[in-house]
C-alpha cells in the first residue's frame, strides 16, 4: 500500500512543457481527488513557493497526500514531500521526505552536492547519516516531474518512444521510464481536456499487476497539468481526477 501512495504522490506532480520558463511557477497549486474504487480515499496536493537555499532563490516544491473518512480509518495515512529547486538549470539542491502510510514512517532529508555528484541523507527517525555517489543531473523524487515540465525533447515524442531520467529513492538511484502513448480528449469536472498520455514504468508484483499499469492523462497546453490518473492494482483498481487549482502560468485549455 505504501508503494501505491508513493506513486500517487509521484504522479500528481508530473506535468510537462518544451522548454517553457513559464510553464510553472510560484503560486501554483492544485489538488486530485483520489478514488478506490467508488470509494472516496483521500486527496493529494502540489504547490509552489519561493525558498532560499545558500542565499539562492530557488522554488520551493510542496507535496501532500492524505486518506479521508473511512479510508483513512482502515488506512491512515499523511504524507509529505519537499524539493528546493534551482530556478535556471531546474537541479535539486535539498528534499524532505516526512510519512506515516498505516504506521510505516520516514523522516529524512537530504542535501545534494551537485558539483561533486553526492548526496548526503540525514535519516531523522533513525538517527544516522549516509553519503551517495549520484551521476550527473540526478532529480529527487518532486523535482523529477518539473525537471520533466521544461524537458526539450518531450514536445517532439512519437508513440511508442520514451525519455529516461535519473532518480534518487530510497538510498538509491533509478531510471524513471516514461511513455509516450498518444492524444485523447477527456471529459472532467472543468470540461473536455485535450491531453496528451503517458505511462510511466512500474514494478510489477505485489502492488501493480504488470509494467505498464499506470497511465496518465496531461493536460495538452503550455500548463501540462495532470488531469486523470488511472491504475490497475493487484487487487482492484484505482483512479485520481484533478479536483482544483489556481495559479497557473498559463491559460488552460478547455473545449467548449
Do not use: C
Not at 167 to 183: A, C, H, S
Amino acid at each position: 500500500m505504501k508503494k501505491l501512495v508513493l506513486f500517487l504522490i509521484i504522479i500528481i506532480s508530473f506535468s510537462f512543457d518544451s522548454r517553457n520558463d513559464d510553464a510553472y511557477g510560484v503560486g501554483e497549486w492544485f489538488k486530485f481527488r483520489i478514488h478506490y474504487g467508488i470509494v472516496n480515499a483521500g486527496y493529494a496536493t502540489l504547490e509552489v513557493k519561493d525558498g532560499v537555499v545558500d542565499n539562492k532563490k530557488v522554488f520551493h516544491v510542496i507535496g501532500k497526500g492524505y486518506t479521508t473518512g473511512m479510508s483513512r480509518f482502515f488506512f491512515k495515512v499523511d504524507d509529505l514531500y519537499e524539493s528546493y529547486i534551482d530556478k535556471e538549470t531546474g537541479v535539486p539542491y535539498r528534499f524532505v521526505r516526512k510519512i506515516d502510510e498505516g504506521g510505516y514512517t520516514k523522516n529524512q532529508e537530504g542535501f545534494f552536492n551537485q558539483h561533486a555528484n553526492k548526496i548526503l541523507v540525514k535519516d531523522y527517525k533513525n538517527k544516522n547519516e549516509k553519503t551517495f555517489v549520484v551521476p550527473d543531473n540526478t532529480q529527487d523524487i518532486l523535482s523529477s516531474f518539473y525537471y520533466l515540465r521544461n524537458h526539450p525533447s518531450i514536445d517532439k515524442l512519437k508513440i511508442g518512444e520514451s525519455i529516461v531520467i535519473d532518480m534518487f529513492f530510497d538510498d538509491e538511484t533509478t531510471k524513471f521510464k516514461l511513455k509516450y502513448i498518444g492524444r485523447e480528449d477527456i471529459t472532467t469536472k472543468f470540461g473536455v481536456v485535450p491531453s496528451m498520455i503517458f505511462r510511466p514504468l512500474v514494478q510489477s508484483g505485489r502492488v501493480f499487476k504488470e509494467q505498464e499499469s499506470l497511465t496518465v492523462w496531461i493536460s495538452d497546453d503550455d500548463n501540462r497539468l495532470p488531469v486523470r490518473i488511472k491504475a490497475s492494482l493487484a487487487v482492484g483498481s484505482i483512479k485520481a481526477d484533478l479536483d482544483s487549482f489556481k495559479g497557473l502560468s498559463n491559460p488552460f485549455k478547455i473545449k467548449m
